[in-house]
């Protein structure tokens, strides 16, 4: 048992692929215009366009399929879950129903609903990753403040935001470790996470949550003095060590992204949902 | 409990692009009765391999043979095994929850269902064992303790599961001298008084030489040196070669022999020392 053996989100593989190199602002605005996509897409079709693109991005990053696909398996039953629920729950006045059994029906919409729903969720958090995979913690930083600056004029404090949210990310991995040493600790003293009732199990979890707590407060604040020791007061006056560049590449990623956008859109447009 | 390993390999993040092989062929065995030092640099895999020990970690490849139960087995009964090794971790913020210091130690033997006096005589019992008197501790709130205070509670959360084999993994880093000390004289009295078998997990030479009977050294995931203290510290010059420092009592007697001395080769520790650098001295006057 590895708990982070398949946490994906917020870890970076470095590379010298052309997506690597990409520049960071041209990875991220890639990123928000497929999820845009993603949140509109009610049809196969548009998906399969959408899978085309992604596959492709992959296989160019270098990052194997299975790396990059496997951060899904922790997911994986809260999403038969939610596929199960739209089953049955969900149906619309002309949906066939598939089959019965004692109160719950199973409609072909619902089918359709589940699966779309699904496949949203897979696709939202297979862009993040690839974003987070191809881009390092600075170039990130870098790119979301360049690209989030203009809001400074509302008073918005960017730098600092997109700060805590790097942070943040890359604090995914680092709990998951903590948490993967805290549970070994508590198995060594005889805890077995797998039996009891629910309420039992939600006891458990008490010995292993609170040392997290504790311990991530300890490592915030930690980090806190580490970044005050070298004299970091927040956005102001802060200069680049690398500015920011676009190149010819990341033109060409944008004339691309355009084209297949444009297919997606008339895809939505045209195609009558499935839903 | 003898615990025997066969040819036991590791990775961590197995099938990921940041595989790493932490253990290459690792064969051991520890007999009931034991006081083991497993020492090697950091990052050498010593947690890792430890933690084979006690099932928290399941073999990918090789054996893990415990009691003469294989822990890849289907149907191992690991919980119970895991009362009977116990596992110190090398940081007890990992391990101490409770908001007192009785009640984190009542934990475990909570976790064996053992009856309200039972889980009680239990803690007396650990916490009599690694010397913390119980009217001044039980009470007392986990975060107000001491580095060496924090440890001792970790050690006796372990002990109170009644382990046959403690595992101590890094246990004095971190410490003042005066807090090591505290801490080796603890473990030294649970070897010799409590019968326990110890794993001693460290990366001081120093600290080993002076506790352990069997060294085993470990080097980036191969076992280079497995065997008696003495036989060990005898062959100095292939510590030396593998970058272990040896220990601080060792260097002055060897400067000492160069200078004329006639001390033996493996002087492991101060009495030791003292007693052959005399013994040598009187010689001398004996002679002039
Ligand atoms: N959960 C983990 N995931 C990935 N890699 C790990 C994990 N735990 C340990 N490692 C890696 O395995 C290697 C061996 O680690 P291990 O903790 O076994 O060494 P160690 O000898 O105990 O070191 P130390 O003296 O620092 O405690 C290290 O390179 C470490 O980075
Ligand atoms: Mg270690």
Same mark, same amino acid.
């Given at each position: 048992m590895e708990l982070t053996k398949n946490i994906t989100l917020g870890v970076y593989l470095p590379g010298e692929t052309v997506i690597h190199r990409l520049d960071p602002r041209t990875k991220i605005i890639i990123a928000s215009v497929l999820i845009i996509l993603l949140l509109m897409i009610k049809s196969y079709p548009a998906y399969a366009v959408i899978l085309t693109f992604l596959s492709a991005v992959i296989f160019m990053s270098g990052i194997p399929l299975s790396y990059a696909l496997c951060g899904l398996k922790p997911m994986l039953p809260v999403l038969i879950l939610m596929w199960v629920f739209q089953l049955f729950l969900y149906s619309n006045p002309d949906s066939k129903v598939i089959f019965s059994f004692w109160i719950f029906t199973a409609t072909d919409s619902g089918m359709h609903m589940g699966n779309l729903i699904s496949l949203r969720v897979i696709f939202l958090f297979t862009v993040t990753t690839i974003l987070t995979l191809t881009t390092s913690m600075v170039s990130l930083t870098d790119g979301l403040e360049s690209l989030l600056n203009p809001l400074r004029k509302f008073g918005l404090p960017i730098q600092e935001l997109v700060m805590t949210m790097v942070i943040a990310l890359r604090f995914v991995l680092i709990l998951a470790e903590e948490l993967d040493k805290i549970v070994k600790a508590q198995m060594a003293r005889g805890v077995a996470f797998d039996r009891g009732n629910f309420i039992q199990k939600t006891k458990k979890l008490f010995p292993v949550f609170l040392p997290l707590f504790i311990n991530a407060f300890k490592r915030a604040e930690e980090l806190i003095v580490a970044m005050e020791a070298r004299s970091y007061t927040g956005g102001k006056g802060r200069t680049k060590m690398k500015t920011l560049q676009m190149s010819r590449v990341d033109l060409g990623a944008?004339?691309?992204?355009?084209?297949?956008?444009?297919?997606?859109?008339?895809l939505i447009i045209t195609i009558k949902p499935q839903i | 409990m003898p615990i025997e390993i066969k040819n036991l390999c590791h990775s961590y993040k197995k099938g990921t692009p940041f595989e790493k092989k932490v253990l290459h062929n690792v064969d051991l065995i520890i007999n009931d009765g034991e006081f083991v030092g497993l020492i090697g640099s950091t990052q050498s895999g010593k947690t890792t391999l430890a933690q084979h020990f006690n099932a928290l970690i399941i073999p990918q490849n090789g054996k893990v043979i415990i009691n003469g139960c294989n822990t890849a087995d289907k149907n191992a009964e690991l919980i119970k095994l895991r009362q009977n090794v116990g596992y110190v971790f090398q940081n007890p913020d990992y391990q101490l929850f409770a908001s007192t210091v009785g009640e984190d130690i009542a934990f475990g033997p909570k976790n064996q269902k053992l009856s309200p006096g039972e889980v009680n005589s239990r803690v007396l019992e650990a916490m009599e064992q690694v010397g913390l008197d119980y009217n001044t501790f039980y009470e007392r709130d986990i975060f107000a303790l001491s580095g060496g205070q924090k440890r001792r509670v970790a050690i006796a959360g372990v002990l109170a599961?009644?382990?046959?084999?403690? #595992? *101590?993994?890094?246990?004095?880093?971190?410490?003042?001298?005066?807090?090591?000390?505290? #801490? *080796?004289?603890?473990?030294?009295?649970?070897?010799f008084e409590y019968m326990i078998t110890i794993i001693f997990i460290s990366n001081s030479m120093d600290e080993v030489a002076r506790l352990v009977e069997r060294i085993v050294v470990l080097d980036q995931g191969n076992i280079i040196i497995d065997g008696a203290t003495r036989d060990i510290f005898n062959q100095a010059a292939r510590l030396g070669d593998i970058g272990l420092e040896l220990p601080e009592v060792m260097d002055i007697t060897t400067k000492l022999r160069n200078k004329g001395f006639n001390l033996p080769q493996a002087v492991i520790n101060i009495d030791e020392a003292i007693e052959s650098i005399s013994a040598d001295l009187l010689e001398r006057q004996v002679g002039d």
């Open positions: 944008g004339f691309v992204m355009l084209i297949f956008s444009a297919i997606v859109v008339l | 599961c009644h382990p046959q084999i403690l #595992i *101590l993994d890094d246990v004095t880093a971190g410490l003042d001298p005066k807090g090591r000390e505290e #801490i *080796l004289t603890v473990i030294r009295k649970l070897h």
